[in-house]
């Protein structure tokens, strides 16, 4: 069988490395006049057009967007499909919202019907907002687990994903037991773990509603499946925070449990970590484990100030991307989380600039959760999903952006002013998966 390429023309960026780390012409490369060529589903070229063209195959007229610019698909290292119809519920911090809105909504799916509505329209909207790959918590229920790798894998997505293991502290009916979780856990990732482009997380919620028994029992899991993810919530609120010291007195903090039950370690991704102390962070430095940063959601729920600058530290870096947090958070969109990042960083006196934004949403979401030899850069030998950004998405857009002076500036104002509108096209594994512009019928 001849294989399949397809191409794209316009303006890109991508990133080779981290440019908290080296210097930002090593980690950052923009073509101002790009051609991306995708075979079967990966980059094989990518680069300056003229140099390019000539390896095009013949009759092979890239689609061109000239004006736009193309970017890796954005990575969202923390969702919850199930939370996506609760988003912008009204008046709590997050023990509250978790018991008002969050466990009532998430019965909702032991009905298979209604995760696979909700999956199906989740996944829409992912790629609606460029989102191509996402680490997302399901129900406790397995068939939510199975609804939305069956419809990330109609769609051909890099999905991440895990059922979520609670045996205390929740409504009866969302609770599994430690032995029952692990069993249901280990047996969705036996089913869904590398079948075409989905991974598994082995999916604690978070330390207070699972026993020690439940951790002991993710932990084992894990050691006899290293090949998978592991996602968890750390250090959200400083409530919660409380709230572990007092269920488990004899660890040292909140990182520590985890850290005795075996779950840090590389393709391990902490959610938020917003009141993380320094030791905690040179934990995470030294074990490989990563946060998700998550700002619209630390806003919303009242959660407190990521410090961005000091989980990049130089001296001790911990892996970090950014994360939407649907339903706390408020937008799918990861340029809107860039947006809520900046501001996040202003308030620490930080100026996060487009370069690095742009990084936190592609590549280093992808090393958090350590999948960038696979996505998260449109280096040749990465799989093809991208974006195709409009700087004329709105009319105010449009006025901005005629007015920028390179490309920094350019991202920046996208980063800031963008969100769905902005998305005019993603592809996946090199295919188109939305078209802003053609209208479907249903
Ligand atoms: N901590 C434990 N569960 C949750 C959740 O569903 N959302 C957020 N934001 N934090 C959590
Ligand atoms: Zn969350």
Redesign the pocket.
Same mark, same amino acid.
């Given at each position: 069988m001849s294989a399949s390429v397809t191409a794209v023309r316009g303006p890109m960026v991508w990133f080779r490395g981290d440019p908290f780390l080296i210097a930002r012409e090593d980690a950052f490369v923009h073509e101002s006049d790009g051609l991306l060529i995708c075979t079967d589903g990966v980059v094989t070229a990518a680069g300056d057009y003229t140099a390019l063209r000539d390896r095009l195959p013949d009759s092979l007229e890239p689609v061109h967007y000239p004006d736009h610019v193309i970017t890796a698909g954005f990575i969202d290292t923390h969702i919850?499909y199930v939370?996506t119809g609760i988003i912008a519920a009204f008046g709590s911090q @997050?023990i509250d919202w @978790?018991n008002h809105y969050?466990f009532v909504e998430e019965q909702r799916f032991s009905d298979p019907a209604y995760a696979r509505t909700v999956a199906s329209s989740f996944c829409d909207e992912l790629l609606r907002n460029g989102t191509t790959t996402a680490l997302t918590?399901c129900a406790v229920y397995p068939e939510s687990v199975d609804a939305l790798f069956a419809e990330a894998s109609r769609r051909n997505m890099r999905m991440a994903a895990g059922k979520v293991l609670m045996d205390r502290n929740a409504p009866d009916a969302l609770l599994d037991t430690a032995q029952s979780g692990h069993d249901d856990s280990k047996a969705l990732l036996e089913r869904w773990h590398g079948k075409g482009r989905n991974l598994y997380a082995i999916t604690p919620?978070?330390a207070p509603t699972s026993t020690p028994a439940q951790l002991e029992a993710a932990g084992a899991l894990r050691r006899e499946h290293p090949e998978a993810l592991m996602h968890t919530?750390v250090s959200?609120n400083t409530g919660e925070i409380s709230w572990v010291r007092s269920l488990f007195p004899e660890r040292a903090g909140y990182l520590d449990v985890y850290d005795h039950y075996g779950l840090l370690g590389r393709g391990t991704v902490l =959610?938020h970590g917003v009141h993380l102390t320094g030791r905690e962070r040179d934990r995470c430095s030294e074990t490989g484990t990563a946060i998700s940063h998550c700002p619209t959601?630390n806003l919303f @729920?009242g959660s407190g100030l990521f410090h961005v600058h000091d989980a990049k530290d130089s001296k001790r870096p911990v892996h970090v991307g950014l994360g939407t947090?649907i339903g =706390?958070g408020t937008s799918f969109s990861l340029l809107a989380t860039m947006n809520e990042a900046y501001k996040v960083a202003e308030l620490c006196n930080y100026p996060l600039d487009s370069v690095k934004a742009f990084y936190l949403a592609t590549l280093g979401s992808a090393q958090a959760m350590g999948i960038e030899d696979r996505v998260g850069s449109l280096e040749p030998g990465h799989e093809a999903d991208f974006v195709v950004l409009d700087p004329r998405a709105t009319p105010l857009l449009a006025q901005r952006t005629s007015r920028v002076s390179d490309i920094e500036e350019l991202l920046f104002v996208l980063a800031v002013m963008g969100d769905d509108r902005t998305v005019r096209a993603t592809y996946v594994a090199g295919t188109l998966a939305h078209d802003r512009d053609v209208v479907t019928a249903d």
């Amino acid at each position: 069988m001849s294989a399949s390429v397809t191409a794209v023309r316009g303006p890109m960026v991508w990133f080779r490395g981290d440019p908290f780390l080296i210097a930002r012409e090593d980690a950052f490369v923009h073509e101002s006049d790009g051609l991306l060529i995708c075979t079967d589903g990966v980059v094989t070229a990518a680069g300056d057009y003229t140099a390019l063209r000539d390896r095009l195959p013949d009759s092979l007229e890239p689609v061109h967007y000239p004006d736009h610019v193309i970017t890796a698909g954005f990575i969202d290292t923390h969702i919850h499909y199930v939370q996506t119809g609760i988003i912008a519920a009204f008046g709590s911090q @997050l023990i509250d919202w @978790l018991n008002h809105y969050t466990f009532v909504e998430e019965q909702r799916f032991s009905d298979p019907a209604y995760a696979r509505t909700v999956a199906s329209s989740f996944c829409d909207e992912l790629l609606r907002n460029g989102t191509t790959t996402a680490l997302t918590f399901c129900a406790v229920y397995p068939e939510s687990v199975d609804a939305l790798f069956a419809e990330a894998s109609r769609r051909n997505m890099r999905m991440a994903a895990g059922k979520v293991l609670m045996d205390r502290n929740a409504p009866d009916a969302l609770l599994d037991t430690a032995q029952s979780g692990h069993d249901d856990s280990k047996a969705l990732l036996e089913r869904w773990h590398g079948k075409g482009r989905n991974l598994y997380a082995i999916t604690p919620r978070f330390a207070p509603t699972s026993t020690p028994a439940q951790l002991e029992a993710a932990g084992a899991l894990r050691r006899e499946h290293p090949e998978a993810l592991m996602h968890t919530h750390v250090s959200e609120n400083t409530g919660e925070i409380s709230w572990v010291r007092s269920l488990f007195p004899e660890r040292a903090g909140y990182l520590d449990v985890y850290d005795h039950y075996g779950l840090l370690g590389r393709g391990t991704v902490l =959610a938020h970590g917003v009141h993380l102390t320094g030791r905690e962070r040179d934990r995470c430095s030294e074990t490989g484990t990563a946060i998700s940063h998550c700002p619209t959601s630390n806003l919303f @729920l009242g959660s407190g100030l990521f410090h961005v600058h000091d989980a990049k530290d130089s001296k001790r870096p911990v892996h970090v991307g950014l994360g939407t947090d649907i339903g =706390a958070g408020t937008s799918f969109s990861l340029l809107a989380t860039m947006n809520e990042a900046y501001k996040v960083a202003e308030l620490c006196n930080y100026p996060l600039d487009s370069v690095k934004a742009f990084y936190l949403a592609t590549l280093g979401s992808a090393q958090a959760m350590g999948i960038e030899d696979r996505v998260g850069s449109l280096e040749p030998g990465h799989e093809a999903d991208f974006v195709v950004l409009d700087p004329r998405a709105t009319p105010l857009l449009a006025q901005r952006t005629s007015r920028v002076s390179d490309i920094e500036e350019l991202l920046f104002v996208l980063a800031v002013m963008g969100d769905d509108r902005t998305v005019r096209a993603t592809y996946v594994a090199g295919t188109l998966a939305h078209d802003r512009d053609v209208v479907t019928a249903d």
